[in-house]
């Protein structure tokens, strides 16, 4: 089956994306593809690529962009929500004369549409709320 | 593609978070792509719908006001949880734009019918 | 298709449960399997996330008609029902 997920909360503040990380192994591990997942709300603040977890907790973002890497999963930071929370790309930067980008080169920038695609192009959609 | 049939359901007070404000953006964009798209108001969500707000005190927008504009967005299947309103003493008479009330069974039928539930 | 309901705070299961049909599932889930404690756990059938319910020390408190339930077997109610509602 194709699933679409969705992460609503942020690290640190919310398990959205760590219980979202977890089934997603779970999903790919039992067959399923997962083409894209939309980080929505807070939940935008895993793309930024600057957080230092403590030295004895795993990375929640470098679990996202291992699973991205081997199974060529988009993971897609709403452009709206994140803007506005300091959550920036390279191309936004530039746009808005920031003195920094911040997002990790395996998240991506998009629109609201491709969460609207991701759930109209998959089988199952999930939201994985904060 | 066969259109599929998606419910936003929409549980968080406005103007604390940005929750109620994103959630409803999405509604509007999801207006633009040609599915069945429906709007359940429940909980502390009825109170994006109710008459009478202002967010310029506090240097937001309108909720009230983005909600209004759902229909000309083609998203016209709006509802609202009567046990919601009902225990927050209001009535539709109360709300800023004309919704359906649900009962508890209509509501579990509405989302039994959905291929996706997208919430706030 | 039977319905999937995620509830991940306990105070969101009632109003989960009132838009639940007998044959739906529900899975609580972070916060939410507080709410499968015995003394507080409704009398229907409930799912728990095993991750969640060890690290909060739950693990011997559950109500005995919760089913714990591992990553995995979430995957496997998300296969089998349609559509996924959170509840928060």
Redesign the interface.
């Given at each position: 089956?194709k699933?679409?997920l969705?992460v609503?909360g942020a690290p640190y503040s919310s398990?959205s994306a760590a219980?979202a990380l977890?089934?997603a192994?779970?999903?790919l591990?039992?067959g399923?593809t997962i083409p894209r997942v939309f980080f929505?709300?807070d939940g935008v603040h895993s793309a930024c690529a600057l957080a230092v977890p403590p030295q004895d907790e795993p990375s929640p973002q470098a679990g996202w962009v291992a699973l991205a890497e081997q199974h060529g999963i988009e993971l897609a930071v709403c452009i709206?929500?994140s803007l506005k929370r300091g959550v920036v790309d390279a191309g936004e930067q530039h746009r808005y004369d920031l003195p920094a980008s911040n997002v990790h080169p395996a998240f991506t920038v998009v629109?609201?549409?491709q969460?609207?695609e991701a759930?109209?192009?998959?089988?199952?959609?999930?939201?994985?709320?904060? | 593609m066969e259109a599929k049939h998606i419910l936003f359901l929409l549980r968080q007070p406005p103007y604390a978070t940005s929750h109620a404000l994103e959630a409803l953006e999405a509604v509007l964009v999801a207006g633009v792509f040609d599915q069945v798209v429906s709007v359940l108001f429940s909980g502390d969500g009825v109170w994006q719908l109710v008459d009478g707000q202002d967010g310029a005190p506090l240097g937001q927008r309108t909720v009230a006001k983005v909600a209004q504009a759902l229909p000309q967005y083609d998203v016209t299947n709006l509802y609202v949880c009567a046990r919601s309103l009902e225990q927050r003493g209001l009535d539709v008479g109360d709300l800023a734009l004309p919704v359906q009330v649900l009962d508890a069974v209509e509501q579990r039928t509405l989302i039994a019918a959905q291929h996706a539930v997208v919430n706030d | 298709m039977a319905v999937l309901h995620l509830v991940n705070r306990a105070a969101a299961l009632d109003a989960c449960l009132a838009a639940a049909r007998d044959e739906d599932a529900v899975l609580l889930l972070e916060d939410g399997v507080y709410a499968a404690v015995a003394a507080l756990a409704p009398a229907r059938p409930l799912h728990a996330l095993e991750p969640d319910v060890r690290a909060r020390g739950l693990s011997a408190r559950l109500a005995d008609h919760v089913t714990v339930v591992d990553d995995a077997a979430f995957v496997r109610l998300v296969e089998q029902h349609q559509p996924v509602v959170s509840w928060r």
């Open positions: 089956m699933f679409a969705a609503h398990q219980t977890r089934f192994r779970a999903a591990a039992a399923h929505y709300h709206a929500a629109g609201l549409g969460l609207l759930i109209m192009s998959s089988d199952r959609f999930v939201t994985f709320a904060a | - | -």
